[in-house]
Antibody
Framework: EVQLVESGGGWVQPGRSLRLSCAAS????????MHWVRQTPGKGLEWVSG????????AYADSVKGRFTTSRDNARNSLSLQMNSLRAEDTAFYYC????????????????WGQGTLVTVSS | QSVLTQPPSVSGAPGQRVTISCTGS?????????VQWYQQLPGTAPKLLIH???NRPSGVPDRFSGSKSGTSASLAITGLQTEDEGDYYC???????????FGGGTKLTVL
């Protein structure tokens, strides 16, 4: 069974940093690209970042570019999100998600989600 | 506002059929990128419901179906059940933004 377990969320003041982690199990971690998706409480979903299976290719949403850094450790089956210069608008549940294998060039989706970890940015 | 547009809410009685629309543009749905649907039940994480426009993952009942035409997609739910109440999100990829994009979500109420 695929399991994605996020940790590291909590309360932080604006301008400070926080690091999220995701522990993956139940599948061959280095076969898959991994992503972060966030959800503001009571609001919709927003893609944050994605990293290729080998960590070579990394993409970010414009809203976090230059402030957030995604990395992975395939030896430890883990994914991380380093969040710097946090803002109130970064307050959200952060989900670790597995990107489904690409069958066609037009197929881009997430087949497994973690339970999420809440990040609250407030003074 | 979200890149993909969904109605904020839909409702139906048990046993009825409802549809949820998802409208994109020429840089995402209209350019050929597939559409996915995720179901988020109260207090839980989103779960993949439909992928690549009209494919159900193993375990998803055939009451759920998807379709796509042009710059729009739809999710249909037949034989509504009370346990279907929750939020539904569409998702695709946008080549101009170079980003995975979501709809704003639709809250389904089973009356």
């Amino acid at each position: 069974e695929v399991q994605l377990v996020e940790s590291g969320g909590g309360w932080v003041q604006p301008g400070r940093s926080l690091r999220l982690s995701c522990a993956a199990s139940g599948f061959t971690f280095d076969d898959y690209a991994m992503h972060w998706v966030r959800q503001t409480p009571g609001k919709g979903l927003e893609w944050v970042s994605g990293i290729s299976w080998d960590g070579v290719s990394i993409a970010y949403a414009d809203s976090v570019k230059g402030r957030f850094t995604t990395s992975r450790d395939n030896a430890r089956n883990s994914l991380s999100l380093q969040m710097n210069s946090l803002r109130a608008e970064d307050t959200a549940f952060y989900y670790c998600v597995r990107r489904a294998p690409t069958v066609t060039l037009n197929s881009h989706y997430f087949d497994n989600w973690g339970q999420g970890t809440l990040v609250t940015v407030s003074s | 506002q979200s890149v993909l547009t969904q109605p904020p809410s839909v409702s139906g009685a048990p046993g009825q059929r409802v549809t949820i629309s998802c409208t994109g543009s020429s840089s995402n749905v209209g350019t050929g990128y597939d559409v996915q649907w995720y179901q988020q039940l109260p207090g839980t994480a989103p779960k993949l419901l439909i992928h690549d426009n009209n494919n159900r993952p193993s375990g998803v009942p055939d009451r759920f179906s998807g379709s796509k035409s042009g710059t729009s997609a739809s999710l249909a739910i037949t034989g509504l059940q009370t346990e279907d109440e929750g939020d539904y999100y569409c998702q695709s990829y946008d080549s101009s933004l170079r980003a995975w994009v979501f709809g704003g979500g639709t809250k389904l109420t089973v009356l």
